[in-house]
């Protein structure tokens, strides 16, 4: 059973940093692509960022393009978003998600090429 489990999330201010981390168990991590998406109260879930199975390749959403950096580590089955010059409009769940598919060729960028989700971790930015 696929388990993703969200973590580094909290309150900071408008121009601060937090790094979100999610760590995967129940499948071989290193073959499948990762996403970060953000539902904000009230708003669709939007993917923010995505990075295919072997790291080389990913996809920034425009709104945070400049500001967030993703990353794996496959030998600590994790994927991290470093949040940087943060916003309060920023202020959302975020989840982590894992690839439907193993070792797809780019980065999945639709929000139901994603299979299992993460329950979330709270980003709260304020002015």
């Known amino acids: 059973q696929v388990q993703l489990v969200e973590s580094g999330g909290g309150l900071v201010q408008a121009g601060g940093s937090l790094r979100l981390a999610c760590t995967a168990s129940?499948?071989?991590?290193?073959?499948?692509?990762m996403g970060w998406f953000r539902q904000a109260p009230g708003k669709e879930r939007e993917l923010v960022s995505a990075i295919d199975w072997s790291g080389t390749s990913t996809y920034y959403a425009d709104f945070v393009k400049g500001r967030f950096t993703i990353s794996r580590d496959n030998a600590k089955n994790t994927v991290y978003l470093q949040m940087n010059s943060l916003k309060p409009e920023d202020t959302a769940v975020y989840y982590c998600a894992i690839d439907a598919y193993a070792r797809r060729v780019g980065v999945p960028t639709g929000r139901y090429e994603y299979q299992h989700w993460g329950q979330g971790t709270q980003v709260t930015v304020s002015s």
């Open positions: 129940g499948r071989s991590f290193s073959s499948y692509a």
